[in-house]
């Protein structure tokens, strides 16, 4: 059964810094691209970040770029979020997912077929 | 960014209705597209990758099609537990982009 379990949510000022850590049990994250999204209350879903099993290619929505770094450890096996200059509209849910990289043809699709359950993330003051 | 923008925003359907709901990208995407479903409090599960592949593990009552920037993904004989809201995702271009999702909702 693979399985990925976030930690690192909590409470914390607009400002401050906060690090989300993705593992899993089942699966090697570094062997595949990694995604983080999330979710604020009531709201849709906003993909956050990804990155390549290479753990060099990182990619960010506009919304977090400078602020946020993706990042794998991978003598622990995580995947980290580190969210720096928290807004209070970085107020969410962030989830990890893995992406199995499906590809045909020399093409690759994105495919987020493994989510954890959450992390919450609440910046106020 | 690509802007993707899901129609319509909920729907009411009852328990062997088909239902249909569309996905339109600002611009072409080939067949980079992906489709989501999330019940409330849970997260999201992958039902269709590269607009028309079905995940394992999925129910063939859902399909979805489409290229360039109109996409569709149909639930034949809904069934209860597909009562949730759907979301498409881009994978064409960075950064990645969801639409704002569809509520099937209990007619």
């Known amino acids: 059964q693979v399985q990925l379990v976030e930690s690192g949510g909590g409470v914390v000022q607009p400002g401050t810094s906060l690090r989300l850590s993705c593992v899993a049990s089942g699966i090697t994250l570094s062997h595949y691209p990694m995604h983080w999204v999330r979710q604020a209350p009531g709201k849709g879903l906003e993909w956050v970040a990804n990155?390549?099993?290479?753990?060099?290619?990182?990619q960010y929505a506009d919304s977090v770029r400078g602020r946020f770094t993706i990042s794998r450890d991978t003598s622990k096996d995580t995947l980290n979020l580190q969210m720096d200059s928290l807004r209070d509209d970085d107020t969410a849910v962030y989830y990890c997912?893995?992406?199995?990289?499906?590809?045909?043809?020399?093409?690759?699709?994105?495919?987020?077929?493994?989510w954890g359950q959450g992390t919450m993330v609440t910046v106020s003051s | 960014a690509t802007q993707m923008t899901q129609s319509p925003s909920s729907l009411s359907a009852s328990v062997g209705d088909t239902v249909t709901m569309t996905c339109r990208a600002s611009q072409g995407i080939s067949n980079d597209l992906g489709w989501y479903q999330q019940k409330p409090g849970k997260a999201p599960k992958l039902l269709i990758y590269?607009?028309?592949s079905l995940q394992s593990g999925v129910p063939s009552r859902f399909s979805g099609s489409g290229s360039g920037t109109d996409f569709t993904l149909t639930i034949s004989s809904l069934q209860p537990e597909d009562f949730a809201t759907y979301y498409c995702?881009?994978?064409?271009?960075?950064?990645?982009?969801f639409g704002q999702g569809t509520k099937v909702e209990i007619k």
């Open positions: 990155l390549y099993s290479d753990g060099g290619n990182k």
């Open positions: 995702l881009q994978d064409y271009t960075y950064p990645r982009t």
């Open positions: 590269a607009a028309s």
């Open positions: 997912a893995r992406d199995p990289d499906y590809k045909s043809g020399g093409h690759y699709w994105d495919a987020l077929d493994v």
